[in-house]
């Protein structure tokens, strides 16, 4: 019997994923390999558990912030993040393969599951996509907009010629905005736009969509080493 890693009563052990065990210590956390080898230290304030076969590394930093430090999938690969991305609270998962990010200055925008950037800094505030589509506002005219995944914006305009400002995601092939008096409208992915019935804004799921079953909160689930996934 030869020790992989020897006792430490500060330490605590789980079965994280494939050919990976998360490492708790003295309230950091990291991850260790099959052979005892760690593949990340105990340096991060969290390891989040997966949601569509990805997980998350976060370090908090100066200022408050949560950092992005490195992307797991289900097989155990472990993607260092080696530039400056920010989490946004609540939506830390990937959504149709993107996920919303911040920079230093407060920007938002949206990296896919490599960690590489693929829709530039280019806004105040961002939801997750659904059916193709993020409602995301602008920086400079703190207004709404509809993008596609390669930052295109659908054109469109509120039939009372009101401001998008706040808006809900597609679902079944509609997306819901509502202008500066809270008037909402529907809009589809050719940018017609009609006076919406009436839905319960306050009430949308983790993809900020209404009318829908899903929870409101981003369900995590637990991927350990003798699961498949």
Not at 25 to 42: F, I, P, R, S, T
Not at 71 to 100: A, H, Q, R
């Amino acid at each position: 019997v030869e020790w992989m890693m020897y006792p430490d009563d500060t330490q605590t052990f789980a079965p994280f994923c494939q050919g990976l065990v998360k490492v708790g210590k003295n309230g950091k956390y990291g991850l260790m390999d099959g052979q005892g080898h760690m593949k990340l230290e105990a340096d991060y304030d969290q390891i989040t558990d997966f949601h569509n076969g990805f997980a998350f590394v976060l370090k908090r930093v100066p200022g408050g912030k949560v950092a992005l430090s490195a992307i797991i999938d289900g097989k155990g690969v472990v993607k260092t993040i080696s530039k400056d991305y920010y989490i946004v609270p609540k939506k830390v998962f990937f959504s149709e393969g993107l996920m919303p990010v911040a920079n230093q200055q407060g920007k938002v925008g949206f990296i896919d599951t490599h960690g590489e950037m693929a829709i530039p800094f280019s806004y105040s505030q961002a939801l997750p996509f659904s059916e193709g589509y993020a409602c995301v506002w602008s920086w400079s005219q703190k207004v709404l907009m509809l993008i596609d995944k390669r930052g295109n914006s659908i054109d469109f305009e509120l039939p009372n010629g009101g401001t998008p400002t706040n808006g809900r995601n597609f679902y079944n092939g509609k997306a819901f905005v509502s202008d500066e008096d809270d008037v909402w409208f529907a809009v589809d992915q050719n940018g017609k736009c009609s006076k919406a019935g009436k839905q319960n804004w306050n009430k949308y799921d983790y993809l900020m969509r209404v009318g829908t079953d899903a929870p409101s909160n981003v369900k995590y689930e637990a991927l350990v080493a003798s699961d498949k996934g």
